[in-house]
């Protein structure tokens, strides 16, 4: 199996995970196969079949670009590489340390210490520095200076990285036995004990077919690396778009780069749409709208046009195939299909920004559910130009307001994608039923004082909600809240009440972190109002404002508040007219009825 990696017959698919053993834990296995212990099964999949990924080498061997590999190895990496490096490569081994300090060793055995049954094979193991100099406790003294053969051999510690060739290790050998008549016994046993026992070591393979098929590869690759992380689709279509032969024929012979593909998208839409979140392009860590969403979005759109065009030509027919954005469907979207998609896919999601940023939603934090960008970005591309037209706006606006206060997108989704995509387009296009997610919602009065954390869909939806209604902020009140003061202003929910009114009253504070007592404000007026009660600090921001009390209670009243009943500190009354106040704007957006609770809410 080395030769077979020094020749680059085993080669990883790209999608691998880079090597990385740290110090012990070689040492570890050197002391395991040269005892001649168990080591695990290694797997690798035949190369020539559906599943074509593109292939690399493993770390620290020579192999030339052009080398086409016979097997790619799914399971073994961080076993054989280490051995490679440690038993036949003619440069240090690059490992890791304490603290993952990088270190580049050579490893060395013990001859005395691995012939003695009572001996630790562990502590025969030795670990040296790249210029095979081992120095003393604290980088003081010498206690090995290797860097001669005699000196080896005076020490007694042969070298790993000769022992796979013959002409060497002869050569040390004859060096070795010279030094002392005593030494030809101890080579003897050494040779039996660790020398043939390493090279006839066997390591259980299982080798895949080549028909195997590439979702079965993924689920293989994943269930024996149960200790690493989850092998994601994306990486997955990454090695395989580099590995598609016709791609680079016509593209002078360059690979496509599904990774610098989707990271110039993203940087795009989250400079030019904050609510897509960021990316790292150094890193490549990102925030927000992820790459598995954009390939879902894409899916959507390739299995519906599928089942459009297979309908077509078998009209009445009821084997169609389905729509779906399953973990199949995109372990097979061909190359072709992504390129052609994908960048209807990018206009449609620089829509879906503007979009709900006509819904005022223009943070990540504050994006309700990040999952309904997915069939939103669908619904997109499919209606194409027609998602512009004012009629088709609202339809999707309420559409989108029932999915967020219906609370209908937590949990599994790809159904409810799935239906979404089909039922939009047809009740937009062709005038069909109501979505199952306009039916299907509901918002009952008791949840509205539930919703207490912005961890809620409904939470961030109401607050969105409230912004677009035309809230103006109570310390920059100029115009109604926008973009630029939530980012530029740090506008957040903000209590109206402050939890000292509750303090002084010994009321129960249940009601006091409900939506109903808050409101979108930025972080100055909290500053105002945190310690004060409302009757106090009304008139503060009358004074700054410059505005005579009606007008500032008109400014009050953009945020659905009796601004009376903020005036005379009447907690009851306000929780009860803004319950209401809210319950109506929940009904506008959903264009439903809202059914009330059995209980007011409050507390008090």
Same mark, same amino acid.
């Given at each position: 199996?080395?030769?077979?990696?020094?020749?680059?017959?085993?080669?990883?698919?790209?999608?691998?995970?880079?090597?990385?053993?740290?110090?012990?834990?070689?040492?570890?296995?050197?002391?395991?196969?040269?005892?001649?212990?168990?080591?695990?099964?290694?797997?690798?999949?035949?190369?020539?079949?559906?599943? *074509?990924?593109?292939?690399?080498?493993?770390?620290?061997?020579?192999?030339?670009?052009?080398?086409?590999?016979?097997?790619?190895?799914?399971?073994?990496?961080?076993?054989?590489?280490?051995?490679?490096?440690?038993?036949?490569?003619?440069?240090?081994?690059?490992?890791?340390?304490?603290?993952?300090?990088?270190?580049?060793?050579?490893?060395?055995?013990?001859?005395?210490?691995? !012939?003695?049954?009572?001996?630790?094979?562990?502590?025969?193991?030795?670990?040296?520095?790249?210029?095979?100099?081992?120095?003393?406790?604290?980088?003081?003294?010498?206690?090995?200076?290797?860097?001669?053969?005699?000196?080896?051999?005076?020490?007694?510690?042969?070298?790993?990285?000769?022992?796979?060739?013959?002409? *060497?290790?002869?050569?040390?050998?004859?060096?070795?036995?010279?030094?002392?008549?005593?030494?030809?016994?101890?080579?003897?046993? =050494?040779?039996?004990?660790?020398?043939?026992?390493?090279? &006839?070591?066997?390591?259980?393979?299982?080798?895949?077919?080549?028909?195997?098929?590439?979702?079965?590869?993924?689920?293989?690759?994943?269930? !024996?690396?149960?200790?690493? !992380?989850?092998?994601?689709?994306?990486?997955?279509?990454?090695?395989?778009?580099?590995?598609?032969?016709?791609?680079?024929?016509?593209?002078?012979?360059? +690979?496509?780069?599904?990774?610098?593909?989707?990271?110039?998208?993203? /940087?795009?839409? %989250?400079?030019?749409?904050?609510?897509?979140?960021?990316?790292?392009?150094? %890193?490549?860590?990102?925030?927000? $709208?992820? %790459?598995?969403?954009?390939?879902?979005?894409?899916?959507?759109?390739?299995?519906?046009?599928?089942?459009?065009?297979?309908?077509?030509?078998?009209?009445?027919?009821?084997?169609? @195939?389905?729509?779906? #954005?399953?973990?199949?469907?995109?372990?097979?979207?061909?190359?072709?299909?992504?390129?052609?998609?994908?960048?209807?896919?990018?206009?449609? $999601?620089?829509?879906?920004?503007?979009?709900?940023?006509?819904?005022?939603?223009?943070?990540?934090?504050?994006?309700?559910?990040? /999952?309904?960008?997915?069939?939103?970005?669908?619904?997109?591309?499919?209606?194409?130009?027609?998602?512009?037209?004012?009629?088709?706006?609202?339809?999707?606006?309420?559409?989108?307001? #029932?999915?967020? $206060?219906?609370?209908?997108?937590?949990?599994?989704?790809?159904?409810?994608?799935?239906?979404?995509?089909?039922?939009?387009?047809?009740?937009?296009?062709?005038? &069909?039923?109501?979505?199952?997610?306009?039916?299907?919602?509901?918002? *009952?009065?008791?949840?509205?004082?539930?919703?207490?954390?912005?961890?809620?869909?409904?939470?961030?939806?109401?607050?969105?909600?409230?912004?677009?209604?035309?809230?103006?902020?109570?310390?920059?009140?100029?115009?109604?809240?926008?973009?630029?003061?939530?980012? &530029?202003?740090?506008? +957040?929910?903000?209590?109206?009440?402050?939890?000292?009114?509750?303090?002084?009253?010994?009321?129960?504070?249940?009601?006091?972190?409900?939506?109903?007592?808050?409101?979108?404000?930025?972080?100055?007026?909290?500053?105002?109002?945190?310690?004060?009660?409302?009757?106090?600090?009304? @008139?503060?921001?009358?004074?700054?404002?410059? /505005?005579?009390?009606?007008?500032?209670?008109?400014?009050?009243?953009?945020?659905?508040?009796?601004?009376?009943?903020?005036?005379?500190?009447?907690?009851?009354? =306000?929780?009860?007219?803004?319950?209401?106040?809210?319950?109506?704007? !929940?009904?506008?957006?959903?264009?439903?009825?809202?059914?009330?609770?059995?209980?007011?809410?409050?507390?008090?």
């Amino acid at each position: 199996m080395l030769d077979d990696v020094a020749a680059g017959k085993i080669q990883l698919p790209d999608f691998q995970r880079p090597w990385k053993w740290d110090d012990d834990r070689i040492r570890a296995l050197l002391a395991t196969v040269t005892l001649d212990y168990p080591l695990g099964v290694a797997m690798t999949l035949e190369t020539g079949g559906e599943a *074509q990924f593109k292939a690399r080498p493993l770390h620290g061997t020579e192999v030339g670009p052009g080398v086409a590999p016979e097997q790619l190895l799914l399971d073994g990496q961080q076993r054989l590489t280490s051995l490679f490096q440690a038993l036949k490569s003619d440069r240090p081994v690059e490992t890791t340390g304490a603290r993952n300090k990088p270190l580049r060793r050579w490893y060395y055995i013990d001859i005395a210490k691995a !012939v003695d049954e009572a001996a630790d094979r562990d502590e025969a193991i030795v670990s040296v520095p790249e210029d095979r100099i081992a120095r003393g406790a604290f980088g003081r003294g010498t206690a090995w200076d290797l860097t001669t053969r005699e000196n080896e051999c005076e020490n007694g510690l042969f070298p790993l990285n000769l022992l796979f060739d013959p002409e *060497q290790t002869g050569k040390w050998q004859r060096a070795y036995v010279n030094g002392g008549d005593d030494r030809w016994d101890l080579w003897s046993e =050494f040779q039996a004990r660790v020398i043939d026992t390493v090279k &006839g070591f066997k390591v259980p393979l299982i080798r895949l077919p080549k028909e195997t098929r590439k979702e079965a590869v993924c689920s293989v690759f994943e269930r !024996v690396n149960t200790g690493g !992380v989850v092998l994601n689709v994306f990486e997955l279509l990454t090695a395989t778009y580099a590995g598609d032969a016709q791609f680079a024929e016509r593209n002078g012979g360059e +690979d496509f780069s599904l990774i610098e593909d989707w990271r110039a998208i993203k /940087s795009k839409l %989250s400079a030019d749409y904050p609510v897509f979140g960021t990316l790292d392009k150094d %890193s490549g860590q990102e925030t927000g $709208l992820s %790459s598995l969403d954009f390939l879902q979005s894409i899916a959507l759109v390739r299995t519906y046009e599928r089942k459009q065009n297979f309908l077509v030509e078998h009209p009445g027919a009821t084997n169609a @195939p389905a729509v779906s #954005c399953k973990r199949r469907d995109l372990l097979h979207l061909p190359l072709a299909d992504y390129t052609q998609i994908a960048p209807k896919a990018e206009e449609a $999601l620089s829509w879906v920004g503007r979009f709900l940023a006509s819904q005022h939603v223009f943070r990540e934090r504050d994006l309700p559910y990040g /999952s309904q960008v997915v069939p939103l970005a669908a619904i997109g591309v499919i209606l194409g130009n027609t998602v512009k037209e004012p009629g088709v706006q609202e339809k999707l606006a309420r559409w989108y307001w #029932c999915g967020v $206060l219906g609370e209908l997108y937590g949990g599994v989704t790809d159904t409810r994608f799935v239906r979404d995509v089909e039922q939009v387009v047809a009740w937009v296009r062709d005038g &069909g039923s109501e979505p199952d997610t306009i039916t299907e919602a509901n918002f *009952q009065e008791q949840r509205l004082h539930r919703l207490t954390s912005r961890n809620s869909a409904a939470y961030k939806g109401i607050y969105a909600l409230l912004i677009k209604e035309g809230a103006i902020d109570w310390f920059f009140h100029e115009e109604p809240i926008g973009e630029q003061t939530v980012i &530029g202003q740090y506008v +957040d929910i903000r209590q109206v009440f402050p939890k000292a009114w509750f303090e002084r009253h010994e009321v129960d504070g249940a009601s006091m972190s409900s939506i109903v007592n808050k409101a979108p404000l930025s972080y100055l007026a909290q500053q105002t109002m945190s310690s004060n009660f409302p009757s106090v600090y009304l @008139p503060s921001f009358e004074r700054h404002t410059s /505005s005579p009390g009606d007008w500032f209670d008109d400014i009050v009243s953009t945020h659905l508040i009796d601004p009376k009943a903020l005036r005379a500190d009447d907690f009851e009354a =306000f929780y009860r007219d803004r319950t209401e106040r809210l319950l109506g704007l !929940v009904d506008r957006a959903m264009g439903t009825a809202v059914r009330e609770g059995a209980s007011d809410g409050y507390t008090g």
